[in-house]
């Protein structure tokens, strides 16, 4: 049910669950996304909705407004309440009724294939995403992860600039990564939904780099999206947590 209320739409629980359905179907079924821009009809702030299956969106790790202005909250409630809840939306929908919704969603990552592939892999990349930015981050790793950047690219600066070169060229959508490939750490690309894990990589740091990401605040200026999220807000804890990880394995 849906009611005109000034600018805004409010829909009721059932109604929103109906009308989130079928949009993200139409975006995200198939081959897959095809991404989603500033050229979405303007909406209502996300709101929260009840799971419709065993995956869930999660929480951001920081208020909506608080990674402004590198990333604005109006970005936020476009990619993490609505391309993210969609992901996740997708995903409960292609597993309902069948074995895939008893299992993790790193067991569905590793073996399943389009779009379900697509939606899985998706819902892991941003909840992986949100928590490699934070407020009042950027800046350079220290410890031990400081010490295999310095290893592996030479310097903080070489990292630094081929991560972003990475980020930068990605053609079309994809994501950036900084993964750890049998004791050492490379600077990867991923297309679409790809991601480390499918190629035997552990993932370190990722920064989004589909138009969704940055298009409301930089339009087509990635590489502005991608310098500010490196200055200003990468979580190198979370980062050397990662990294802390993959080499007691
Ligand atoms: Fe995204």
Request: charged share 20%.
């Amino acid at each position: 049910m849906a009611i005109a209320h000034g600018n805004e739409l409010w829909v009721s629980a059932l109604g929103a669950a109906a009308l989130a359905a079928a949009a993200a179907l139409a975006l995200c079924v198939g081959t897959g996304c095809t991404g989603g821009t500033a050229g979405e009809p303007a909406g209502p702030a996300p709101q929260p909705a009840p799971a419709a299956g065993p995956f869930e969106l999660p929480p951001l790790p920081y208020d909506r407004a608080a990674l402004a202005p590198v990333i604005s909250a109006e970005t936020l409630d476009y990619h993490w309440g609505k391309h993210h809840r969609a992901y996740v939306d997708n995903l409960n929908r292609l597993v309902a009724g069948k074995p895939e919704a008893g299992r993790k969603l790193e067991e569905i990552v590793m073996t399943a294939e389009g779009g379900l592939f697509n939606n899985a892999a998706q819902v892991w990349n941003h909840s992986f995403f949100w928590k490699c930015l934070r407020p009042g981050g950027g800046g350079e790793p220290a410890g031990e992860l400081a010490e295999a950047v310095k290893r592996d690219f030479g310097s903080f600066a070489k990292f630094r600039a081929e991560f972003s070169a990475a980020a930068v060229s990605q053609f079309g959508s994809g994501w950036a990564w900084l993964v750890l490939d049998g004791g050492r750490l490379r600077v990867v690309q991923t297309a679409n939904a790809d991601l480390p894990m499918k190629h035997g990589w552990k993932a370190i740091l990722t920064v989004d780099v589909w138009e969704h990401a940055y298009y409301i605040d930089y339009r087509n200026a990635r590489a502005k999206y991608v310098d500010a999220v490196l200055d200003r807000l990468v979580n190198w804890d979370f980062a050397a947590a990662n990294y802390a990880a993959a080499t007691r394995r």
